[in-house]
């Protein structure tokens, strides 16, 4: 299941996120997302947990719970819309 985490205090990292996760189970992947211009996070992130069981206890245990001094936001990921194109419209 891929899992939106969102309120992430900036110094939060990949690292902070898997450790917080793998209290609940197994964790494939972990990522926080970082602005390209300006090099720092985004506050949010994404976990994926191959297990469902596992995801829910996790979105349940670690939702307004503090990671670095911030409450989260956990719940799961909705999928991403698709978009037409990318490109600017005159």
Do not use: W
Request: proline share 2%; aromatic share 8%; glycine share 14%.
């Amino acid at each position: 299941m891929n899992i939106y985490v969102g309120n992430l205090a900036y110094s939060v990292t990949d690292g902070d996120l898997r450790e917080a996760f793998e209290a609940f189970g197994t964790v494939d992947s972990c990522s926080v997302l970082i602005d390209r211009m300006t090099g720092q996070s985004k506050g949010f992130g994404f976990v994926e947990m191959p297990n469902n069981s596992e995801a829910d206890a996790a979105i349940k245990g670690l939702n307004d719970q503090q990671i670095r001094g911030r409450a989260v936001k956990v719940n799961q990921a909705k999928p991403r819309a698709e978009h037409g194109g990318g490109g600017r419209r005159y």
